[in-house]
């Protein structure tokens, strides 16, 4: 049986695989943000050219599923990793902001 995943337990998992291979050199805000970027914009890639109606069935193809799920990871992995060295913690980030977004956008 394995351990639920929460954040705390990705976080340590990605800087313990960074230390062993020595990148925290690297590893600093600006290039992180560059990563980041990379791996976003890798993902819009993969819808770039598609209908809506094609991008809400994309998970439909299990090749194309893969390349979805594959760069999502990405863009979390580093965003994570950004958090970390930044000392931000992304879940009470999210929570400040809909709560800053609720208070600016109303339901009518």
């Given at each position: ?58 998970m ?11 760069e ?37």
């Amino acid at each position: 049986m394995t351990e639920p995943l929460d954040v705390a337990k990705l976080q340590r998992r990605l800087a313990d695989f960074a230390a062993a291979r020595d990148w925290q050199p690297y590893h600093t805000p600006k290039n992180l943000v560059a990563a980041l970027s990379v791996e976003a914009a890798e993902l819009v890639e993969i819808f770039q050219w598609l209908t809506p109606e094609e991008s809400t069935r994309v998970m439909d193809d299990p090749g194309t599923a893969h390349r979805v799920t594959d760069e999502i990871a990405d863009v979390l992995a580093y965003l994570l990793q950004l958090c970390e060295v930044l000392g931000v913690d992304p879940l009470a980030a999210l929570d400040a902001k809909i709560d800053r977004n609720e208070r600016r956008f109303p339901a009518p």
